[in-house]
């Protein structure tokens, strides 16, 4: 007999698109017919779910207990189904009771992305199925990842001795970030670091730290300005109390566009601070930092470069699936010393001049997430990403200024990237749009006035936008980032909010 599963007569052959019906039952794999079939039904559905989301309600119903408590299955069924039967609800029902974050009046939280080629690298990576957590398993295709990183540091101007990992996402870079300077600057002596970082930081920060051995009594959670950009006068007088406690402050985490406000901390001023006083620089720019591949953006994110280490999120700035993070180094020897190890059952790990993903991450199995990111850029080309970020820098811009126009907004943040904030009133005589500080039934008025205009933006079905709570205020707020929305999105954006803000101030 040949390796043709196809030309075994002891499988069923059906054609059909679910499990054959042979009486092998541990016979788990398909006829290449099979395969076809099954893919071309699956790329239907995708693709007709691509076409209908440009148009989909921007929420779905969320409100789903019932649902899910219908779906809910004890066990798993004993007889399998044909593909189709088994996606059919998932399409019609399950998929559709969310939010549409690919769709592209999504400007809620920070928009991820879904670009298709990315979809068919998954496709390809998960079809193949090589083993990419070490060079020698399969050195060309942990090469393209090599160079997709090779390509973050280059956008972000990092030296040539810089190196880093792909990740799941911001939480697990900025987790490998933390361990890198915990074993570069405390050794043994973790209960004698402190962390600091602002009270804007995404609360990855704060659980990552506790993950990696730095207990919440040794983080401080540094003041903001009133810009929401962590306070360089509080940052020194912590480390020095630290310091004079005899206790060892070790690093400093920044942000290149917080989650709440879309502020950028004073990088290059954090910069001379942890170099004058020998902590380590690390800055989450899960959000911001792709910015940094534009040239004509990168005065806003001054200093960027010239951190010790930093957090992307492809699946933010470059649009792509969820579940595409990265962290760099800038010594790149350093990632390798905390994440490096060896095993007698192991190949020996790749010459210098080579990436290998295990040496410089905490896995070893893992899915193949560099072509994820190879593909599109393959595809479309940097150009076209470098354009489509600057376009959604400037749409904020423009959205910023038209929303505060609007009776009754006032601006809490103006753009620095594509995230500004904002909150509603009922405009009193002399007031503009720099309001002075409301009393606190104003606040709560405030408050309420807010949220309902974030929730009648959202039933209108054009556009979704969430908010956040700082300092006992609730904002508003825009994020311009999804690649599916122009300039057409953004106009729709104006005008709910324009129209919601109307009919609350009416009193409707």
């Known amino acids: 007999m040949n390796g043709d599963p196809s030309s075994d007569p002891s499988r069923g052959v059906d054609g059909g698109l679910g499990v ?204 903001v300005d009133a810009h929401y950009r962590m306070r360089m006068d509080a940052l020194a007088e912590a480390i020095a109390a630290d310091r004079a406690a005899g206790l060892k402050p070790f690093l400093v985490v920044s942000s290149a566009g917080t989650t709440n406000t879309g502020a950028v901390d004073p990088l290059p001023a954090i910069n001379t601070l942890c170099h004058e006083q020998g902590l380590w620089h690390h800055c989450d720019g899960a959000y911001g930092a792709m910015f940094h591949m534009v040239p004509e953006l990168r005065g806003v994110l001054d200093g960027l470069s010239q951190t010790d280490s930093l957090t992307l999120d492809p699946h933010k700035g470059m649009f792509l699936p969820y579940g595409t993070g990265a962290l760099l180094v800038r010594d790149g020897a350093r990632l390798k010393a905390a994440h490096g190890a060896s095993a007698g059952y192991l190949p020996d790990a790749a010459d210098e001049e080579f990436y290998d993903p295990a040496q410089y991450g905490p896995e070893l199995s893992r899915d193949y997430r560099g072509l994820k990111v190879w593909l599109p850029l393959q595809v479309l080309g940097a150009a076209r990403f470098r354009a489509a970020v600057h376009e959604k820098y400037l749409l904020a811009q423009e959205c910023a200024e038209a929303v505060s126009r609007i009776p009754g907004v006032v601006m809490d943040t103006w753009p620095e990237l594509s995230l500004f904030s904002f909150h509603l009133t009922r405009p009193r005589a002399g007031a503009g749009a720099e309001a002075p500080a409301a009393e606190p039934a104003d606040l709560a008025e405030e408050n309420r006035l807010t949220r309902a205009l974030m929730e009648g933006v959202i039933r209108r079905g054009r556009v979704m936008l969430s908010g956040c709570e700082v300092d006992g205020r609730f904002l508003g707020r825009v994020c311009i980032l999804c690649f599916r929305s122009r300039r057409a999105q953004m106009e729709a954006c104006v005008e709910d909010l324009a129209s919601a803000a109307a009919e609350l101030l009416a009193g409707a």
Request: hydrophobic share 45%.
């Open 20 to 223: 054959d019906t042979a009486s092998d039952l541990a016979d788990l794999d398909h006829t290449p017919e099979q395969m076809a079939a099954m893919g071309r039904a699956v790329l239907d559905m995708v693709v007709a779910h691509q076409k209908e989301v440009m148009h989909a309600p921007c929420r779905g119903g969320v409100q789903a207990d019932d649902v899910c408590r219908a779906i809910r299955q004890p066990l798993p069924p004993e007889q399998g189904r044909e593909i189709e039967e088994v996606l059919r609800p998932l399409f019609d029902d399950w998929v559709k009771r969310s939010f549409t974050t690919p769709g592209p009046g999504y400007m809620a939280f920070v928009p991820g992305g879904g670009l298709f080629s990315s979809v068919l690298a998954s496709l390809v990576g998960e079809g193949t199925n090589r083993f990419t957590g070490i060079f020698a398993a399969a050195p060309a295709l942990v090469q393209l990842e090599g160079d997709v990183l090779d390509w973050l540091a280059g956008w972000m101007q990092y030296p040539a001795e810089a190196r880093g990992l792909l990740t799941t996402g911001g939480s697990m870079a900025n987790f490998s970030a933390i361990v890198v300077a915990r074993e570069t600057l405390l050794g043994q002596q973790l209960r004698d670091g402190v962390l600091y970082t602002s009270t804007q930081v995404h609360h990855c920060v704060t659980k990552s730290a506790r993950m990696a051995g730095i207990l919440a009594d040794r983080v401080r959670m540094v003041p």
